[in-house]
């Protein structure tokens, strides 16, 4: 399987803090994405990163990936209380006219005011 | 726009029975999924549909059914409903051979 690991599973930090959160995966990929989960809603995609890209920043977020660890990271700098979710990994492979992704089981992140 | 759709929010079930849930988009995209959450885990696939008239299964498809009524519209069926189907199960979307996924707000079903 190509399934994503988040690691931790929970992270608390303070408000204002950065948070950073890793992805880890078995298999080839085109491309590794990061969704948040709020509470009781469906997930947003937040980024994507494909396989020949290294590093790439969207407002408080940058995510990298090292393609020969197959691994990724997520930092999110300058927490605010308002980024409390879950965060979820997932890696995108084509596969002649379809395209899947395959889901991480995601980090809690609880950013305290 | 509204996005994607879900009806019901909510459900419970008696262990035998069926039921249709349903998924709408409005954003023209040709491709759509369904994946159940379960407490702890990430999103696992259900079916999905690459475009308006194919279907093909998933990760976990054992005891459901899915149907692409149109371009808009996707829906997924239990027959006959189990306790171990109880979860949360999320509709997305996506342009043909898209990597963003726009996810609808998710269906809670609890099946007794």
């Known amino acids: 399987s190509q399934q994503g690991e988040e690691d931790p599973q929970a992270l608390s930090i303070q408000e204002g803090e950065n948070a950073t959160m890793n992805c880890s995966y078995k298999t080839s990929i085109n491309n590794l994405q990061w969704y948040r989960q709020n509470s009781g809603r469906g997930l947003v995609h937040l980024i994507l990163i494909r396989s020949n890209e290294r590093e790439k920043h969207s407002g408080r977020l940058r995510v990298t990936l090292d393609t020969s660890k197959k691994s990724s990271s997520l930092l999110i700098t300058a927490s605010r209380a308002a980024d409390t979710a879950s965060y979820f990994c997932?890696?995108?492979?084509?596969?002649?006219?379809?395209?899947?992704?395959?889901f991480g089981k995601g980090t809690l992140l609880t950013v305290n005011p | 726009n509204a996005g994607v759709t879900q009806t019901p929010k909510f459900q419970v079930l008696k262990t035998g029975q069926s039921m249709t849930l349903q998924c709408a988009q409005d954003m023209n995209h040709n491709s759509m999924y369904w994946y159940r959450q379960d407490p702890g885990m990430g999103l696992r696939l259900i079916y999905y549909s690459a475009s308006e008239g194919t279907t093909d299964k998933g990760e976990v498809p054992n005891g459901y059914n899915v149907s692409r009524l149109n371009k808009r519209e996707f829906s997924l069926r239990l027959e006959s409903a189990a306790p171990s189907q109880t979860s949360v199960y999320f509709c997305a979307s996506s342009e043909v051979g898209g990597e963003t996924q726009y996810f609808g707000p998710g269906t809670r079903l609890l099946v007794l």
């Open positions: 997932a890696t995108g492979l084509s596969g002649g006219s379809n395209y899947k992704l395959t």
